[in-house]
Every structure is written in structure tokens, then in C-alpha cells.
């Protein structure tokens, strides 16, 4: 089992910066990959980044490709999400999540833990 409890969400300016942090229990967490998804008002929920489980491997939707950076810390047992020049559009509850599989998967359903997410919202 692995529980996931995200934190650092908050309101922000467009073009600012947020850092989210995810903090995971369990004795294996450095095996699974973790991913960041948001969802939006009124949309579904959406892949956002995601990591292997030795930090040497990442992968971005196209949204957010050279805004934000997804690393790890197996030491500490937390995945975070930095988010730079930060849109609107952003705006969302972000979750973290953690996937028993060693490739990176951006489909929700290859996740098995799921985080109770953080609201980010970005002011215009």
C-alpha cells in the first residue's frame, strides 16, 4: 500500500511560480512511477507529468512542456512538481499519483494510488 498526500498548492499570478510536493508512504516507493495529473472545472481530469522510478526518465504533456519540471527524491519518499511561468489555464485540483509498473504511463487506469489532490489557481 501507498498513500499519497500532495501539498504546496495555493493562488498565484499568471506568470508565476508554484513548487508541489507529494509525499509517499511505503517501503517501495522507489519502485513505482509517479505522475502528476489536474483537472479543471467542468473537464476531465488530465495527465500532466510523470517519472520513473529512478529519475533518469520524464515525460510532459504538451501544455506544459518547458514550464514545468517533475523530479524525485527516493530518499525522502516525495515527488515534486515545479510549475514556472504559470497560465490560467493551470487552474486545477492536482493530484499525485503512483503506478506499480516500471514504464512511464501517462492513461489514469495505470496508476494505482492516488493522492486527494491540491487546487492551484492562477490569477489573470
Known amino acids: 500500500q501507498v498513500q499519497l498526500v500532495e501539498s504546496g498548492g495555493g493562488l498565484v499570478q499568471a506568470g508565476g511560480s508554484l513548487t508541489l510536493s507529494c509525499a509517499a508512504s511505503?517501503?517501495?516507493?522507489?519502485?513505482?512511477?509517479m505522475g502528476w495529473f489536474r483537472q479543471a472545472p467542468g473537464k476531465e481530469r488530465e495527465f500532466v507529468a510523470a517519472v520513473k522510478w529512478r529519475g533518469d526518465s520524464t515525460y510532459y504533456a504538451d501544455s506544459v512542456k518547458g514550464r514545468f519540471t517533475i523530479s524525485r527524491d527516493n530518499a525522502k519518499n516525495t515527488v515534486y512538481l515545479q510549475m514556472n511561468n504559470l497560465k490560467p489555464e493551470d487552474t486545477a485540483v492536482y493530484y499525485c499519483?503512483?503506478?506499480?509498473?516500471?514504464?512511464?504511463?501517462?492513461?489514469?487506469?495505470?496508476?494505482?494510488?492516488w493522492g486527494q489532490g491540491t487546487q492551484v489557481t492562477v490569477s489573470s
Open positions: 511505503g517501503r517501495t516507493f522507489s519502485s513505482y512511477i
Open positions: 499519483a503512483a503506478g506499480r509498473r516500471t514504464g512511464i504511463s501517462i492513461r489514469q487506469r495505470e496508476y494505482d494510488y
